[in-house]
């Protein structure tokens, strides 16, 4: 795949659907996601022999789009701050297989990037 295969895509999802779905989506609990070209809901399991729910979780006034125009697609990598590059090649790279250091050597650096990353008192 190349970055050019990647586009833009807007946020659809119904907050009230996902609020309101039983039992509830949350990702870290999720053992199995599927997937299905054309349809517009996913099935998830939340225990690798539990049964599989359905999540209906795009907003109907979405659904009535037309989506065959093309979408932007992403014109550059979104990358790493260079501070948490250096964290990385400093403290994980001896750990890392050799074989993939260059991914990491050629991480991309963008200092004004919003960091993803979350932290869940458990």
């Known amino acids: 795949m190349n970055q050019k ?13 996902l609020a309101h779905a039983t039992p509830g989506p949350i990702l ?18 939340n225990d690798f022999d ?22 932007p697609a992403i014109d550059h990598p979104r990358g790493i701050t260079e501070e948490r590059k250096n964290g990385i090649l400093k403290n994980l790279l001896p750990l890392i297989p050799s074989n993939r250091h260059s991914f990491w050597k ?9 960091d993803l ?6």
């Open 50 to 71: 539990g049964i599989s729910h359905t999540l209906d979780f795009i907003k109907i006034k979405s659904l009535k789009k037309d989506f065959s125009h093309c979408l």
């Open 117 to 122: 990353r979350i932290d869940f008192d458990d």
């Open 28 to 45: 870290r609990t999720m053992t199995e996601v599927t997937v299905t070209r054309g349809k517009y809901t996913i099935c998830y399991k």
């Open 106 to 114: 050629n991480l991309p650096i963008t200092n004004n990037v919003t």
């Open 5 to 17: 295969d990647f586009l833009y895509w807007k946020d659809y999802s119904s907050l009230y659907k």
